[in-house]
């Protein structure tokens, strides 16, 4: 099992909607999660990050975490054509785990295409 | 400000040589990371530094190596290219240490032939 899961998709979305991007994780010692946006031919860009459980919004975007079900989203409300890009989901293990703040762990990504 | 910076941008080397791509961080930051990003894999860590000490390394060959300058631009170097190693290599910079908020530079796109 790998230890993070995210559904590749493509994922396709009429303009306005409300798009749910989720990942699963297996270690529960993760405690920071990041959100990453991802233009082709381009590197990552940070979106939003969260420690432990809850909720965070920040404009069009909420990050939300449920430690206890091992499962993070996120939501972007009234997406655009420029929301097009592909989405990685990060997560950071504690030091004792042997990772630190600089190694993060990845989904695979969700390609999404938000339509005119 | 300026963001991460990456050179060369594209490059093609041949099975068996090797390669050094740089990484300039934003001013100010001190920690460097270097991730992998291929099709199949995804982005993988392959290494951090900070105050040039190699801090954490992922699951690569000795052939992927790296190392830190005083004035914390970051090198990486593969040797002996395998045909595998074609990928985007990312390099992403944070404040300090216990920062976790990484910004990346556009990457070097190396293809391997």
């Known amino acids: 099992q790998k230890e993070v899961e995210q559904d590749p998709g493509p994922l396709s979305v009429p303009e306005g909607a409300i798009v749910s991007l989720n990942c699963t994780y297996s270690n529960s010692a993760f405690q920071y999660f990041m959100w990453y946006r991802q233009y082709s031919r381009k590197g990552p860009e940070l979106l939003m990050y969260?420690?432990?459980?809850g909720n965070k919004e920040d404009g069009r975007f909420t990050a939300q975490v449920d430690k206890s079900s091992k499962y993070i989203s996120l939501f972007i409300r009234d997406s655009q054509p420029s929301d097009s890009a592909t989405y990685l989901c990060?997560?950071?293990?504690?030091?004792?785990?042997?990772?630190?703040?600089?190694?993060?762990?990845f989904g695979k990504g969700t390609k999404l295409s938000v339509k005119p | 400000k300026a963001g991460v910076t990456q050179t060369p941008r594209y490059l093609i080397k041949t099975r068996g040589q090797q390669v050094t791509l740089s990484c300039s961080p934003i001013?100010?930051?001190?920690?460097v990371s270097w991730y992998q990003q291929t099709p199949g894999q995804g982005l993988q860590f392959l290494f951090e530094?900070?105050?040039?000490?190699?801090?954490n390394k992922g699951n690569f060959p000795g052939r992927f190596s790296g190392r830190q300058f005083s004035n914390s631009r970051s090198e990486m170097n593969v040797s002996t290219l395998e045909l595998g190693d074609s990928a985007l290599y990312l390099c992403?910079?944070?404040?300090?240490?216990?920062?976790?908020?990484?910004?990346f530079g556009p990457g070097t796109r190396l293809t391997v032939t």
């Open positions: 992403a910079s944070r404040r300090t240490s216990l920062s976790y908020e990484q910004y």
């Open positions: 969260t420690y432990s459980s």
């Open positions: 530094y900070f105050s040039e000490t190699q801090r």
């Open positions: 990060a997560m950071s293990p504690p030091s004792n785990y042997g990772g630190s703040q600089g190694n993060l762990i």
């Open positions: 001013s100010g930051h001190r920690s």
